[in-house]
């Protein structure tokens, strides 16, 4: 019999001596645990335990969120899970409402959710439309706005702008053209075809133009069509040429016929068409000085007397149409008178010669006679005058500086 039980093959395992295991050590051998310990003395450990939890709880929270995130932005994400067929691509689905769900599940990223509104294209305009014009705007931010060339918006609206952008105010109302090209008076005097041509267009492809509202079969000859003068019509695909101030070749209708404020021999027939002036004066002689009388209300001189030699220049003031061309029995002599289509009418006297005539188109500073000393005069001058509808207006008042 073995001397010692525990020697005994018969010995129970669990009574068996064993190496000493590292992790069966008291809990005061591991650091971590002895950092512990010291926290629980302080009184800390409540306090550290409650902070991992709302740690740990904050975590688990932001991990649902976000798979909820995932699961919604994928496709389909709604029939997954129901049990019911996936709707083709051809069914009609309502799209999710975010309403019903928190607020907080949005917080971050983006929700796209099905846009129902169809962008339907602007269908061409079948008419002439006006536009008023704002504060800020500009012919180019104008044109560009209805999809035009500038071109077309000057062509259109040729009695307001006359060519010059600085000419577009507020307030002011444009016409716009559903098309490019010109809108333009046809007032006669000339073959149809030929003034087609001017626009580098065919006749047909204005009496052809919907808008314009003209029965083919009643015009005859598309080269000498029968279109009443003063027929608006739209040239579509015309091609506009800029005009310097005045230079109008094929008209432009005022308002009220064009007739001189002074009556004679020259006096002309009432004026449909032609330029139009610019709205400021240039001086019509060479010489800018007076030579002779002043203008004066208490004489009865209502112009002024400017210097210039025997068969020097005179010249228009603004741009517009001539309106007197010839004697004038008054004493003014040789006398010219241009109506400028804006109010204003100017009166050259005692030229010794002329060189225009009625209805002619003239340009601001163009040569219309040449000074002399007709008429009531003492010596070569120009008599120069410049009248309104009502009255006659101090030349000083408009002139430039000499």
Not at 171 to 180: R, S
Not at 348 to 373: P, R, T, W
Not at 385 to 401: G, K, Q, S
Request: charged share 10%; glycine share 12%; hydrophobic share 35%.
């Amino acid at each position: 019999m073995p001397e010692n039980f525990n020697d005994s093959p018969l010995a129970p395992r669990g009574e068996e001596e064993r190496p000493p295991d590292p992790a069966a050590q008291p809990i005061s051998a591991t650091p971590l645990l002895r950092w512990m310990q010291r926290l629980l003395q302080m009184g800390l450990g409540e306090s550290l335990l409650r902070a991992a939890t709302h740690l740990l709880s904050g975590l688990a929270l932001l991990t649902i969120i976000w798979l909820l995130q995932v699961y919604i932005h994928q496709p389909g994400a709604q029939a997954q899970g129901s049990g019911q067929p996936q709707p083709t691509a051809s069914a009609q689905t309502a799209p999710l409402s975010t309403s019903a769900l928190p607020e907080a599940w949005f917080s971050e990223g983006i929700l796209r959710q099905a846009n129902l509104h169809t962008n339907i294209p602007t269908r061409p305009r079948k008419e002439i439309i006006t536009y008023t014009v704002q504060p800020g705007d500009t012919v180019s931010g104008i044109a560009d706005k209805f999809g035009l060339q500038p071109q077309t918006i000057f062509a259109a609206n040729f009695g307001l702008l006359q060519d010059n952008p600085h000419n577009l105010f507020p307030g002011q109302e444009l016409k716009i053209l559903p098309v490019d090209g010109v809108y333009w008076e046809w007032l006669g005097g000339i073959p149809f075809g030929q003034w087609a041509a001017y626009f580098q267009v065919k006749a047909e492809d204005i009496i052809n133009y919907p808008l314009n509202k003209i029965d083919p079969t009643a015009v005859g000859d598309f080269a000498n069509a029968n279109i009443p003068p003063g027929t608006w019509l739209i040239i579509p695909g015309g091609v506009y040429q800029y005009h310097q101030p005045g230079s109008v070749p094929l008209g432009v209708t005022r308002t009220n016929p064009a007739s001189a404020r002074v009556l004679g021999p020259g006096y002309c027939d009432p004026i449909t068409g032609g330029a139009i002036g610019t709205g400021t004066f240039v001086w019509p002689t060479a010489k800018h000085i007076r030579s002779g009388y002043d203008y004066s209300t208490k004489t009865n001189h209502l112009g002024v007397d400017l210097a210039g030699n025997l068969g020097e220049g005179a010249y228009a003031a603004d741009s517009g149409v001539i309106v007197y061309a010839g004697w004038n029995t008054y004493g003014y002599g040789n006398m010219v008178m241009i109506d400028h289509g804006n109010g204003f009418q100017t009166l050259y006297a005692h030229l010794s010669e002329i060189y225009v005539g009625c209805g002619q188109s003239v340009n601001q500073g163009q040569a219309i006679g040449a000074i002399g000393s007709t008429g009531r005069s003492s010596g070569a001058h120009l008599h120069f005058e410049v009248l309104t509808a009502t009255t006659r207006v101090n030349p000083w008042d408009v002139l430039p500086p000499p």
